[in-house]
């Protein structure tokens, strides 16, 4: 145990694996997309244990963004209903 408590690669992945957990409904707010992820950030970040349940609720509770409407730019209809190029066959 004592040779674990002096080793560099040991503190380095436990420092890694705590700052992962701190982070973590940071990441599941991202992941999910939720709505006001600002807020979620900012009480992730207090340096509380009240501030990170808090944002974990959060990042499981609140609704996703939703996605925007598909829009086709170059083309007036979706490409299935387009027609090939002239000279194409």
């Known amino acids: 145990m004592n040779t674990l408590a002096h080793s560099g690669v040991f503190w380095a992945g436990l420092i890694a694996g705590l700052v992962l ?10 992941i999910r997309k ?19 349940f808090a ?4 990042a499981f509770m609140l609704p996703r963004r939703e996605p925007p409407p ?3 730019l170059r ?4 490409p299935q209903y387009q027609q090939a190029p002239r000279g194409y066959w």
């Open 55 to 58: 944002a974990m609720v959060m």
């Open 70 to 72: 598909l829009t086709y």
């Open 75 to 78: 083309y007036p209809y979706p």
């Open 21 to 30: 957990l701190y982070f973590l409904p940071t990441m599941i707010g991202i």
């Open 34 to 52: 939720v709505e006001s992820q600002g807020l979620l950030i900012f009480l992730n970040v207090l340096p509380t244990g009240v501030g990170w």
